[in-house]
C-alpha cells in the first residue's frame, strides 16, 4: 500500500504507480476507470486502491441529511476574496468528509454568459480572472481536507434545456483566454485532482471527447496530470474515441468504455493510452491521500457543526451586495415600524433547481426570521402581497395597507428554483421562466404600487442569474442583492439591513437594464467573447450603459484612492512586479472594500478595452489607509499567439486603472514592456511571494519581487 509521505517525491512516487500498474490485469485497469454505482467507483481491493466515493454539491453535500447549506457559485464569486473562500472551501471539505466521501463534485465554474442560463448560480459571473482566482482558492482549502475536488463543467458550458447538443463555436483565443482561463487557474494555482468535462460540444465535439481542450489544452499546455471524468451519462461516442480524446473515468455506469477491453485487444486503444489512465487516477488517489490508513477519517459531526454555521454567515454576508442607497435610508433603524412584503421574505431560496441542491438542508434563517433576531424591538408587519411569478394581484391590498404607515418597506423577491434550474424549462427552450432577465410575476407592478403610498422602499433580491429592475430602480431607495446566499441568508441580510455588518461585497457580473443588452439567446457563438461579447466588455466597445456596472458595490463608509504607484516602469516580459494604491477609509465606521486593478494593452492583436488583473478586498477601520499591492506576472500581461502558438507577452504600452467598480476607476498608470517573452507550455502560474511584498514608502520603489513556479 502506497502512503502519503510518497506524495512529497513525486519520483518515487511515479515509481510506486509502475509497480501497482504491473500488478494489475486489463480488466482491473479498466474496473478503476468507469462507476460502479450513481456516486461509487470501483477499486482493487488485493492491490489496496480504493474506489472513488462521491459527494455532488457545489455549495453543500448534496446528499448528507441537515448539512449545511452554503452560498451558491455566484455569491461566493460576489465576496471577491480568495483568502475567506479558502476557508469555505476546507469547510465544505470537512463536510464532504464528515458525509463519508473522498471526492467531491464541486466547485462549478462556468462563465456566466447569459444570467439567464437555468445553472446561473453554478457560475462565477461575467468576469474569468476573478472566478479563477476565488476557486483556485477554494480547491486548496478543500483539498488541504484530503478531499478531491472536481472542477466543472469543462468547457464553455451556457445553456441547459438543449445542453447535451448546443454546440458552442469558439476560436482558439477566446477559448483559452476567456472561457478557459479560470480552469487553467483552478489547475495551476489551485493544483485540482480532478476536471469534469461538460455535456455541450465545443467546435463540433463534445467536450468528454474533445481532444483539442482534453489533451491538447488542459494537459499539454496547462500541465494538468490528473483525470477527467464525465459528467453524468455525458459520453456520446465508443470507448476508443473517449479514451484517445482524454477522458479517463466514465461515470455513473459501465457503458461506452464497456467496449474499452476490445478496443485494446483490437489495438484502436494503446496499452501506454490505458495505463495512462489507470495512472491519472491512482496519482490523485495518492497525491489526496486516499491511500494512506494513517490520516483520520471524516467525522458526522463535522456536517452543520458550529463552526461551519460561523463560517457560512460569514461568507453570506461578505457575498451581499449594496447597489442603491439613496437618501442614506440604510441602515435602518432598529426602532418604529416597518413593512416586510414579498414572496421571499419568509422563506429563503437556496439555489435553483436541480443537481446543486441540497437534499435536506440542516437549517434555514428566513429574512423575516433574520430581522426578528437582530431588530426584536422592532414593530414589523409582514404581507407576502404576490408570488414570485404570477398574475395574482389579491396580496397587493393588505401589502399596501401594512406599507401605508410603515417608517421603511423592505420587498424581498427575486427568483427561486420554481424560475431557474438544471434543463428547467426545456418544453420551452429556455432556461429560465419566461426567458427574460427582467424581475418576473407582478414583483415590479407591487414595487410601483407600494411607492405610491410609502416612497422608503428597499427591495432585497435573490436569484442565481440576476434579475433587473430596470423598470422600477427609479421607485427605491435601496437595493440590495443578496444571491441564494444559503441557509444562514436571513440573518446575513437583517444583519446588513440594520447596519450590523456593513456590506463589501462586488457585482461580479453587470446588471443589464433589459434583455436587449444580452446576448441572443440562441447565437452559440462565442467568438471574440473575451474583447466585447457580453458584462462590461461589451459595454466599453458599444458605450452603453448596464443598470449597474460589473464590480460596483456600496459600502455604509466611503473609500477614496491615491499615490497609484509602480515598482518599476521598463518590464522585460518575463518580470514580476507590483503596482500599489494607498486606499483610505475617509467615512465614519469601518468598512470593507475591493480594491480593483484593469489593464489595457497597446498591443497587435485585438484586446479589450480593459480586463480585471488584479483585486483585493481590505478591511479599513474609519480614517484608516492601507497599502494595496497587486502583483502582476507574465501571465496577467499575456494573450494566446496564434502565430506562436502559445501564451506571449508582447513588447509594448500598457495602462493600469484603479478604483472601486469597473465604472469608477479614478487612478491610472502606464508602463512599457521592452521584451517579447513566450510562456513555455506546462509551466504553472507565476506566483508572487507574497512574504516578499513591501509597501511603497516614499518613492516608486519596492523591494525585490520573487516569482515562484512550485
Request: charged residues 25%.
Amino acid at each position: 500500500m502506497i502512503k502519503s509521505p510518497f506524495t512529497n517525491d513525486e519520483n518515487l512516487m511515479e515509481s510506486n504507480i509502475t509497480k501497482l500498474l504491473q500488478q494489475m490485469t486489463v480488466d482491473e485497469k479498466i474496473k478503476i476507470l468507469h462507476g460502479s454505482s450513481m456516486f461509487e467507483s470501483s477499486g482493487i481491493d488485493r492491490l489496496g486502491i480504493p474506489g472513488f466515493s462521491m459527494g455532488d454539491g457545489p455549495h453543500g453535500v448534496r446528499l448528507a441529511p441537515k448539512a449545511t447549506t452554503f452560498p451558491v457559485t455566484i455569491a461566493l464569486t460576489a465576496t471577491w476574496d480568495p483568502e475567506y473562500i479558502e476557508i469555505v472551501g476546507e469547510a465544505m471539505g470537512r463536510e464532504f468528509k464528515g458525509a463519508g466521501n473522498n471526492m467531491a463534485l464541486c466547485p462549478a465554474i462556468d462563465i456566466g454568459r447569459d444570467p439567464r442560463n437555468g445553472r446561473a448560480s453554478e457560475t462565477i459571473g461575467e468576469e474569468p480572472y476573478l472566478g479563477g482566482k476565488i476557486f483556485a482558492a477554494f480547491t486548496r482549502g478543500m483539498q488541504n481536507t484530503h478531499i478531491i475536488a472536481t472542477v466543472k463543467h469543462f468547457l464553455a458550458q451556457n445553456h441547459e434545456a438543449d445542453r447535451c447538443y448546443a454546440n458552442s463555436f469558439i476560436d482558439a483565443r477566446t477559448l483559452r483566454e476567456f472561457y478557459g482561463l479560470p480552469f487553467r487557474m483552478v489547475v495551476q494555482e489551485g493544483e485540482v485532482y480532478s476536471v469534469m468535462s461538460a455535456y455541450n460540444l465545443v467546435n463540433e465535439e463534445h467536450c468528454s471527447q474533445n481532444g483539442e481542450i482534453l489533451n491538447q489544452m488542459l494537459r499539454e499546455e496547462w500541465g494538468f496530470k490528473y483525470f477527467v471524468v464525465s459528467d453524468w451519462w455525458g459520453t456520446y461516442d465508443d470507448a476508443d474515441k473517449l479514451m484517445n480524446s482524454g477522458l479517463d473515468l466514465e461515470m455513473p455506469d459501465f457503458l461506452r468504455f464497456k467496449g474499452l477491453k476490445n478496443a485494446v485487444e483490437t489495438e484502436k486503444i494503446s496499452m501506454d493510452t490505458l495505463n495512462m489512465a489507470a495512472r491519472r487516477t491512482i496519482r490523485a488517489r495518492i497525491k489526496s491521500g486516499m491511500m494512506d490508513p494513517s490520516l483520520p477519517k471524516g467525522k458526522a459531526e463535522d456536517i452543520n457543526s458550529p463552526e461551519n454555521r460561523k463560517i457560512n454567515l460569514e461568507a453570506s454576508k461578505k457575498s451581499i451586495v449594496l447597489l442603491k442607497n439613496s437618501d442614506n435610508i440604510l441602515p435602518i433603524k432598529k426602532i418604529g415600524t416597518i413593512a416586510l412584503i414579498g414572496p421571499n421574505a419568509d422563506n429563503i431560496p437556496l439555489t435553483s433547481f436541480g443537481s446543486s441542491e441540497i437534499t435536506i438542508p440542516g437549517y434555514t434563517i428566513s429574512t423575516r426570521q433574520g430581522i426578528s433576531n437582530v431588530a426584536p424591538a422592532l414593530n414589523m408587519k409582514y404581507e407576502k402581497g404576490c408570488e414570485i411569478n404570477s398574475e395574482d394581484t389579491s396580496g397587493f391590498q393588505a401589502a399596501i395597507i401594512a406599507a401605508k404607515d410603515a417608517d421603511v418597506v423592505i420587498f424581498v423577491g427575486g427568483l427561486d428554483k420554481t424560475q431557474e434550474g438544471e434543463a428547467y424549462n426545456e418544453r420551452k427552450g429556455k432556461d429560465r421562466t419566461g426567458g427574460s432577465v427582467m424581475i418576473p410575476g407582478k414583483q415590479a407592478e407591487l414595487i410601483q404600487q407600494l411607492a405610491l403610498n410609502n416612497p422608503n422602499i428597499v427591495v432585497v433580491l435573490q436569484s442565481g442569474g440576476i434579475v433587473s429592475m430596470g423598470s422600477v430602480l427609479d421607485n427605491i431607495k435601496g437595493l440590495i442583492y443578496a444571491w441564494y446566499c444559503g441557509s444562514e441568508g436571513g440573518e446575513a441580510i437583517a444583519q446588513v439591513l440594520f447596519g450590523d455588518y456593513n456590506p463589501g461585497g462586488k457585482l461580479p457580473i453587470s446588471m443589464p437594464v433589459n434583455d436587449t443588452q444580452l446576448p441572443k439567446w440562441d447565437n452559440l457563438v462565442f467568438t471574440n467573447d473575451f474583447i466585447d461579447g457580453f458584462g462590461y466588455r461589451r459595454f466599453d466597445k458599444t458605450g452603453e450603459k448596464p443598470l449597474f456596472n460589473f464590480g460596483h458595490g456600496l459600502s455604509y463608509t466611503q473609500f477614496l484612492y491615491k499615490n497609484l504607484k509602480l515598482s518599476k516602469d521598463l518590464i522585460e516580459g518575463n518580470d514580476c512586479f507590483i503596482i500599489s494604491v494607498d486606499v483610505t477609509n475617509v467615512g465614519t465606521r469601518e468598512g470593507d472594500e475591493v480594491a480593483q486593478l484593469y489593464l489595457s494593452q497597446d498591443v497587435s492583436v485585438p484586446m479589450p478595452f480593459k480586463q480585471l488583473r488584479g483585486f483585493k478586498r481590505i478591511t479599513l477601520a474609519a480614517g484608516e489607509n492601507k497599502t494595496v499591492n497587486f502583483p502582476l506576472t507574465p501571465y496577467e500581461l499575456c494573450y494566446w499567439s496564434l502565430i506562436h502558438k502559445h501564451y506571449f507577452v508582447e513588447m509594448g504600452k500598457y495602462i493600469a486603472r484603479v478604483g472601486g467598480s469597473s465604472e469608477n476607476l479614478s487612478l491610472a498608470i502606464s508602463f512599457t514592456v521592452k521584451s517579447d517573452y513566450i510562456i513555455p507550455f506546462g509551466d504553472k502560474l507565476y506566483l508572487v511571494n507574497a512574504n516578499e511584498i513591501k509597501s511603497v514608502e516614499g518613492g516608486n520603489n519596492l523591494e525585490e519581487v520573487k516569482c515562484e513556479t512550485e
